[in-house]
């Protein structure tokens, strides 16, 4: 009895990313850094006023616009694992800091400057990230004692928990 003819292509591995990154990729993400240096530098030295009369800078700024698609699809090739870790890495450092000069530019009452566009953790604002509203009416410590209650809760229901299913 003689097995079915298998399919050879069925049993190779999958390939993947080569070790070294992707040089295309890497050049052209120096250049976008350049490019977003460029403008922030700019920026930093034209008032907002006169943005719009600024023909180099304007040009950088629709480069820089132009390259927010590509981005996209350089980190969803990221994500599917076809770019190293490294070069994914970078393109995320990149595609961040790209948002942040565009953002800039498109807010009238910006300040430009190389912490800002860096993100420089001393002047960022984290206030988008709460995720609920604080309470003012409370003091402070007594915030502080509901939440050592809430852990006691907690850790109480998972002691809990761990017992109930305990196989002697």
Partial sequence: LSSPPSDPTSE???????EAPDPKVLADLKVL???IDL???????????????DEVLLGVIGFLGACSPRMLDL?????QGVLTEATFERCLEVNDRLLRILSECDDPDRTV???????????LDLGDLVLSEPDDTKAPEKNLLEAKKSAEDFDAEFDEFLLERKVD
Avoid: N, R
């Fill in 33 to 35: 850094s350049e490019k």
């Fill in 75 to 79: 980190i969803d090739a990221g994500t």
């Fill in 39 to 53: 403008c922030t530098e700019l920026l930093a030295k034209t008032p907002p006023s006169a943005v719009d009369a």
């Fill in 113 to 123: 400057g190389p912490a800002a566009v860096a993100g420089d953790p001393d002047k």
């Fill in 12 to 18: 190779l591995p999958m390939p993947l990313p080569t």
